[in-house]
C-alpha cells in the first residue's frame, strides 16, 4: 500500500493546473490526481480571448489591480501579495511562454494560441506524473477522521487533502458536494454579459460601430462605467458593458435583465458643455449641413443617426436649426435612453457571480475554516473579475496559494 500523501484536485481548469503542477514542483513525494468530469481539459482555457487566451492584465500595482473585482477584491489584496501579475510573467517564461501586452493591457501568449498554454500545462504535468482523470465526476465527500473519500462515477478515492477548483457554475446544485461539507454557496448569477435591446433600431441600423469612450448606466442606480462601447446585433458590447455588468451584476438579476440604459456617447462632455461647442459650430458654420459634418469624434453612421432621432434634416443647415431640436440633439448625445430587453453571455470570457462564501476561507492559505485539509481556488469562490484577463489572474494567484500551503 501506497504511504505518499495523495492530493486530489477537483476541476481539470486553470486553476485545477496551476495548483496540481505548483504543489508537485514544491514536493515530488505527493501523489496528486486532477479529477475531471468532462471529457474536455482547460476547456476555458482554450476559448478565452477569442482563442488566443487572456493570460493576465498588465497591471502591476495590486491596489490598482483588485480595482477590478466586484467581488473578492479585499481578499484578493493579500493573495496577490503573494503571487502577483509578475509573477504570472515570471512562471509563465520559465516555461518558455513569453507574454506579450496588447494597447488595452490584456496579455498574450507571443502565439496568440490558446493551445500554447494549454500544452504548457499538459507537458509539464507529463513530466511530473501527475495523474488526470477525465470523466470522472465526484459525486460526494466525506471525512473519515484526517482522511477524505471521495465517491465517484467510476470508483471510491481516498484522499489526505483535497483542492476543491470546480470552477464557476451557474447553478447551486453543482456546488452540493462543497454544501455537503457545511459551505456557504453565495447564490450563483451571471456576470458579464452583454445588454439585449431587441426593439431598438439603433442596434438594427449602427451593428458594428463603436465608440471609444462612452459612459453606460442603468436607470435608479448610481453605478456608471465609460470606456469603449460597441454596438452589436443584439444591442450594447464592449468593454464599459461588460464592467456594467459586472459590477452590477445583482442589480441586473434583481431587475430581471429589464431596465432602462443610459448612455453618454460624448464622454466626458456634459450637457451644458455639449450646448456650448453645439453653439459655437451653429454660430461658425450656419451654412454647413449638420448631417454631412460628424462632431465630437463621433462615428459618422451614428452621429447622422443621433441627428435623424433629434428630427434634425437632412437637407437643413445649422442656421436653420431650432433651439427644440439642438436640445434634443444634446439629450441624444448625451443622455440617450435605451430598453434593455434581456442579456447574452459573453462568450469569450463566461464568469458567474457567487460561489463558495469568502468568510469560510482562509486568504493566508486558502485552507477551508470548517474542514481542515480542505482547500479551495478559482472562480469555485464567490470571486469574479471583470474581462481583460484578471479572471485567470485570480485562479492562478489562488492556485498558487493553495500549491504553497500544503
Request: overall charge positive.
Amino acid at each position: 500500500m501506497s504511504t505518499k500523501k495523495h492530493i486530489v484536485i477537483i476541476g481539470g481548469g486553470a486553476a485545477g493546473f496551476f495548483a496540481a503542477i505548483n504543489l508537485a514542483v514544491k514536493n515530488r513525494d505527493y501523489k496528486i490526481s486532477i479529477l475531471e468530469k468532462t471529457n474536455k481539459l482547460l476547456s476555458k482555457v482554450k476559448v478565452s480571448g477569442g482563442g488566443r487566451c487572456n493570460v493576465t492584465h498588465h497591471c502591476f500595482e495590486n491596489s490598482e489591480l483588485v480595482k477590478n473585482y466586484p467581488r473578492g477584491n479585499k481578499e484578493l489584496q493579500q493573495v496577490f501579495s503573494k503571487f502577483s501579475v509578475q509573477d504570472t510573467i515570471g512562471w509563465f517564461k520559465q516555461q518558455g511562454v513569453i507574454l506579450r501586452t496588447e494597447e488595452d493591457g490584456r496579455m498574450f501568449p507571443y502565439s496568440n494560441d490558446s493551445q500554447t498554454i494549454i500544452d504548457c500545462f499538459l507537458k509539464l504535468t507529463s513530466q511530473l506524473n501527475i495523474e488526470i482523470k477525465t470523466q470522472c465526476e465526484v459525486l460526494s465527500i466525506q471525512k473519515k477522521e484526517n482522511r477524505f473519500l471521495l465517491k465517484t462515477n467510476n470508483n471510491d478515492l481516498n484522499a489526505d487533502t483535497i483542492i476543491c477548483a470546480l470552477g464557476g457554475h451557474n447553478k447551486t446544485s453543482a456546488y452540493q458536494i462543497i454544501k455537503d461539507l457545511g459551505h456557504t454557496i453565495d447564490e450563483p448569477i451571471p456576470s458579464l454579459f452583454t445588454l439585449n435591446l431587441p426593439n431598438e433600431t439603433i442596434k438594427k441600423e449602427l451593428q458594428g460601430i463603436s465608440v471609444q469612450n462612452a459612459l453606460v448606466k442603468i436607470a435608479n442606480s448610481k453605478l456608471n462605467y465609460n470606456g469603449p462601447v460597441l454596438i452589436t446585433h443584439w444591442g450594447l458590447s464592449g468593454p464599459a458593458v461588460l464592467k456594467l455588468s459586472a459590477f452590477a451584476a445583482k442589480e441586473f438579476y434583481t431587475l430581471n435583465y429589464n431596465s432602462t440604459i443610459f448612455v453618454n456617447w460624448i464622454f466626458p462632455l456634459k450637457p451644458n458643455e455639449a450646448e456650448l461647442e453645439l453653439k459655437r459650430i451653429q454660430k461658425e458654420k450656419h451654412k454647413a449641413l449638420p448631417h454631412t459634418n460628424p462632431k465630437f469624434d463621433l462615428p459618422k453612421r451614428l452621429w447622422e443617426f443621433l441627428c435623424s432621432a433629434s428630427d434634425i434634416d437632412n437637407t437643413k443647415p445649422w442656421a436653420e436649426i431650432s433651439n427644440k431640436q439642438l436640445n434634443k440633439l444634446i439629450e441624444n448625445l448625451c443622455n440617450s435612453i435605451y430598453k434593455m430587453e434581456g442579456k447574452t453571455t459573453f462568450k469569450e470570457e463566461f464568469v458567474t457571480c457567487g460561489g463558495v462564501n469568502l468568510k469560510e476561507i482562509d486568504f493566508k492559505t486558502m485552507q477551508s475554516k470548517l474542514v481542515p485539509d480542505l482547500f479551495f481556488c478559482g472562480e469555485v469562490l464567490n470571486i469574479d473579475g471583470i474581462t481583460g484577463g484578471f479572471n485567470f489572474q485570480s485562479a492562478w494567484s489562488t492556485a498558487w496559494l493553495c500549491s504553497q500551503s500544503i
